[in-house]
């Protein structure tokens, strides 16, 4: 890399380091190589200049470090240390000049990918509004307190929107037609702390319009007599005081005025004397008098620094306490209009830009204007620097006519003469959106830009059209971690990353604690989809297999040092890539095992070579395991498992559901002999084993995996191999003793499945095409063989569903003492806990901190918890960490001999867990079966991860209880005459004295109403029988 270009390169990358904003753009401290400046990137290039042209400089760890605190003089030992291992990410051990710019040059590739990953607003498509403007729109205002929209055009018609953007009115401003033809509306702004609107009159005045008033559109006061016309204003209030505001407008000859208000909640002018309290009728105010001070509730600032040219823009900050104003002349092009401590005073500074500008904008929090330059650039300036702006934003092929912060997100908006809006990020400086607006063609044309910020709402105005872009909403939008498809995740246990491809041949690299993306190789097989991907033993090469038949092998600079070509015509599918200590084994498309063996890799393109053990599948492989130190397990589509050895490349036996064989060793076969019979031997071996071919993949095997934690298998004879695929099935091998230990369904009515496991083999995950992922405690599953096939499933910790799409890849992982399930679904990539943390996305706009997260497990909204989704024993979630690896199985004791038709469902036991909280731990108190007429209670085993039982010391002799050596003391039986008397109770006759009735209980004046309703019943029943005999 020359160095003018690196110099460039890094003037751009150190552009945020002046300005004092950590160039890596965290808001943290800034990492070593971002606070490097121009000049020491040079001297570092001295120190790796060669005394001779064909010489080149490498410097070790230790010697890079002692060098570059040399040359540079400041910087942490720590610093230059870190700085060196992220260059050599090869683990050569020393590094020279090339290196160090290709990692340069790579991280000014991530910054400006990760200030593009920032948030960019999505708009739907341009909507032209019907209005009824005849004229030019000179202004678009937004009126809080009744959330509606003001347009106004040229001839003087103001159109009132609602928030709906449904046309509600148009008025005249003035009822005088005749008024109306002599004269233009140049501007308007709302005076929202009192109610009004200031229109401003090419006949010199300015109108305020009463918007409360009963009549339509009353004028209430006029200040006329200026001595220019007003082309723009501005109006302020402060928010604590609504009293104080500001009223500044800008004159065609270069003149800026403020009227500074003190009591405007009471009256903005004085009204004159005869005028009656709560009159409507028009207030006139002649400037003149205005000056001179007659009025006492306001006062008047001015300057005309800007030497008769148009004021194109006026604005007031109270920030700032200044009023900004702007030209198209490139003398004076922006004026700072500094208000002194007397209030009644101006102190001027200004901007001298090359061409002059459009317009301005002003972001309080980043202090920065924002020019619109005629000469197509976009500008930014400290407001107390006038002498150079503190950035140029380049892109712009036509004149820029308006711009606008978008404060919320710290962007800007851009708008040029050729219709072309642009969005900027401030803190990188880039264009980060660019939409071509479709106006009519026109030379002459006035376009008024105006960003509602609040509602998502951007209007920009061709002459008399008004054009809308509303932004889509935010929350409707799933999070995407790529542009198109994922195929394929994998874990970096030693960068600690997790590496993502999809079918746009893009390979992403994210941090798995903080959910950052750091980078991001494009095309890396042009327009092929990458289908899988492989870490080397070491994890310092990636290898990505891609449908274009090759297999491309990386470091993590992203170069690529090798090509190993497949040698298929068209399109091949490359299901898995396994690289061993001599050969890197690829498999997917047919029957055979492709392989490469490392003696050719001294060469770009690889060529590959012949597998010596031949075909011996049926269908093409899917997949395939590796145990150390020579067992090789190949999957097939038709449900076959291979069993081969590496060192070797024989077959030595086949697994399958239904069946096994044995396969002969075919070494002494000479090779097309071997191709040629492999076919029909293994037919006849077959024999009768397999009546029917699987056609639809009901046994297709589509993961292996080596449970290489448990290392005593041949002596327990447990399983070591466990395969999933079609309809859902999970089965777990002995590769010993050659059989099927345990086969059980994990998801039903779903088709294939996929798995992954973790290192100590405790957990193993399965996910569906439904989008479902389960989590099953496997470490005390099959550890010995059983006379017949296991099909009792291992306990279920969990499922849940992360996205409703389907899962097309599993990875497991360990951090911190965690486990961590990263899955990957359409264009999104999940991480979750095993315990049943929240759900991490990797592109979400909040990063994470997994190791600061809570890992006691509570129940996750974010996903769809799996109620009786299938019949499978449930389990409440796992304690903790540290309780994640304990077993969770009841062991139910059944007697045999028992005939009843009753069925007994067998489930797991509930895990004692300690943060339950009471209510729920009565639900599972219920959760008790009882078994052949006595109850069998669940508990939890858990517990106790292992029990200690030795020789039981002998206990000193116990002497008789004195009840057994004298039992006639304690229980002989009393004589008759020696027992108390229990004394004779009267009978209840004998004690009663009266007998009980109503008139004993109740008292009298309750009876007696109850015996006059009684007899008004009574009478009243009389009287209708008398009625009715007469009416017969």
Not at 154 to 164: A, T, V
Not at 181 to 191: N, R
Not at 670 to 683: G, L, W, Y
Not at 739 to 753: K, P, R, Y
């Amino acid at each position: 890399m020359s160095e003018p270009k690196a110099g460039s390169l890094l003037e751009h990358m150190n552009s945020g380091r002046a300005d004092g904003v950590p160039a890596d753009g965290d808001g943290g401290q800034a990492s070593l190589e971002n606070q490097l400046s121009v000049a020491d990137f040079v001297n570092i290039q001295n120190a790796f200049e060669p005394t001779e042209p064909d010489q080149t400089i490498a410097m070790s760890r230790e010697e890079f470090v002692e060098r570059m605190k040399e040359i540079i003089g400041w910087g942490t030992q720590e610093d230059y240390q870190k700085l060196f291992d992220k260059v050599d990410v090869a683990r050569d051990g020393f590094i020279n000049w090339d290196k160090l710019t290709s990692f340069i040059l790579l991280a000014l590739y991530e910054k400006d990918e990760r200030a593009k990953a920032t948030v960019v607003p999505q708009w739907k498509a341009l909507e032209f509004l019907p209005v009824k403007h005849k004229d030019t729109i000179q202004k678009i205002i937004f009126l809080k307190s009744s959330n509606r929209y003001l347009t106004i055009s040229k001839e003087g018609f103001l159109g009132i929107w609602g928030d709906n953007l449904k046309l509600q009115e148009m008025l005249p401003v003035t009822s005088d037609a005749t008024k109306l033809k002599h004269l233009w509306v140049t501007s308007l702004v709302s005076l929202e702390n009192v109610n009004k609107i200031a229109v401003a009159f090419t006949s010199k005045e300015i109108c305020f319009y009463d918007l409360l008033s009963k009549e339509e559109f009353p004028c209430q006061y006029k200040l006329q007599g200026l001595k220019a016309t007003p082309i723009c204003m501005d109006y302020w209030y402060d928010p604590l005081d609504a009293n104080e505001s500001i009223l500044s407008f800008g004159d065609l000859t270069g003149k800026v005025y403020v009227i500074c208000f003190t009591s405007a909640l009471i009256s903005l002018f004085e009204r004159p004397a005869n005028a009656f309290e709560g009159e409507d009728s028009t207030v006139t105010i002649n400037w003149t008098e205005l000056l001179s001070g007659y009025h006492k509730c306001c006062y008047v600032l001015a300057h005309k620094h800007h030497c008769g040219d148009w004021v194109r823009q006026v604005f007031y900050n109270a920030s700032l306490d200044a009023i900004i104003s702007s030209t198209t002349s490139n003398s004076n092009s922006v004026v700072l209009a500094w208000r002194e401590k007397s209030k009644k005073h101006l102190q001027m500074t200004s901007f001298n830009i090359a061409q002059g500008i459009h317009a301005f904008d002003y972001h309080s929090r980043l202090n920065l204007i924002a020019t619109a330059g005629i000469n197509n650039q976009v500008c930014l300036w400290n407001p107390y620097v006038v002498s150079k702006p503190a950035a140029v934003l380049w892109g712009h092929s036509a004149s820029v006519i308006a711009v606008q912060f978008f404060a919320k997100r710290k962007q800007l908006f851009s708008f040029s003469k050729d219709k072309v809006l642009r969005l900027w990020d401030i803190q990188h400086q880039l264009s980060i959106q660019r939409i071509a607006c479709s106006f009519p063609k026109s030379q002459d044309f006035r376009c008024l830009f105006h960003f509602d910020e609040a509602h998502g709402r951007l209007f920009i105005s061709f002459n008399n059209q008004l054009g809308l872009l509303a932004m889509k909403s935010e929350a409707s939008t799933p999070v995407k971690s790529h542009e198109k498809a994922v195929t394929c995740v994998l874990y970096s246990s030693v960068l600690k990353q997790v590496i993502s491809s999809d079918i746009g041949s893009t390979v992403s690299f994210w941090m798995i604690d903080t959910g950052q993306k750091i980078k991001q190789f494009t095309g890396c097989h042009g327009n092929a989809e990458i289908s899988t991907m492989a870490l080397d033993a070491n994890e310092t090469r990636l290898l990505t297999g891609s449908t274009d038949g090759t297999v491309k092998i990386w470091d993590f600079n992203g170069y690529c040092h090798h090509t190993l070509n497949i040698g298929q015509d068209g399109a091949v599918d490359i299901s898995q890539i396994l690289v061993l200590k001599k050969t890197v084994l690829v498999t997917g498309w047919q029957r055979a095992i492709t392989v490469f063996r490392s003696q050719n890799f001294n060469q770009f393109s690889v060529q590959p070579e012949e597998w010596e053990g031949g075909v011996q599948h049926h269908d093409d492989i899917l997949c395939a395991a590796f145990s150390p130190p020579q067992t090789l397990a190949t999957g097939s589509y038709d449900g076959e498992i291979v069993l081969w050895n590496s060192s070797t490349e024989n077959a030595h036996h086949v697994l399958h559901p239904d069946y096994q064989r044995l396969l002969k060793s075919k070494s002494h076969e000479p090779p097309r002999a071997r191709r040629r019979s492999s076919s029909t031997t293994d037919q006849a071996a077959m024999g009768n084993c397999s009546s029917e071919i699987d056609t639809e993949g009901n046994n297709a095997v589509k993961r292996l995996f080596f449970l290489e934690a448990r290392k005593n298998t041949a002596v327990t004879e447990g399983a070591n191999l466990v395969s999933c695929g079609g309809r859902g099935y999970v089965r777990f091998w002995d590769t010993v003793k050659k059989q099927l230990l345990a086969e059980f369904l994990a998801h039903s009515g779903v088709g294939s499945i996929i798995m992954s496991t973790d290192k100590l083999n405790r957990y193993l995950v399965t996910g569906d095409q439904d989008g479902w992922l389960k989590i099953w405690n496997i470490e005390e599953y099959c550890l010995h063989s059983s006379k017949d096939k296991v099909t009792q499933p291992p306990p279920l910790i969990r499922s849940f569903r992360p996205r409703e799409d389907r899962i097309s890849c599993l990875e497991m992982c360990e951090l911190g003492g965690r486990s961590l399930i990263i899955s990957s679904s359409a264009d999104c990539i999940s991480v979750a806990d095993v315990c049943g943390s929240p759900i991490w996305i990797f592109g979400q706009v909040e990063h994470w901190q997994i190791e600061n997260s809570i890992s006691f497990p509570k129940r996750n909204f974010n996903m769809m918890e799996s109620g009786a989704q299938e019949e499978i024993p449930r389990t409440i979630p796992l304690l903790s960490k540290e309780e994640s690896c304990l077993d969770h199985r009841e062991h139910f004791v059944f007697d045999k001999t028992n005939t009843e038709d009753s069925t007994h469902e067998f489930k797991t036991s509930e895990d004692i867990n300690l943060g339950v909280k009471y209510k729920e731990r009565n639900i599972h108190k219920r959760r008790r079966h009882k078994l052949y007429n006595y109850e069998v209670f669940i508990k939890a085993t858990s517990a106790f991860r292992s029990l200690s039982i030795g020789a039981l010391e002998e206990l000193p002799e116990v002497s008789e209880p004195a009840f057994l050596r004298d039992p006639e003391k304690y229980f002989r039986e009393e004589p008759e005459e020696k027992r108390p008397q229990i004394p004779h109770l009267p009978s209840l006759s004998e004690t009663l004295k009266a007998v009980f009735d109503e008139k004993s209980l109740f008292p009298k004046e309750i009876l007696d109403r109850e015996r006059r309703t009684k007899q008004c019943q009574e009478t009243s029943n009389e009287v209708k029988i008398k009625r009715n005999k007469k009416q017969l």
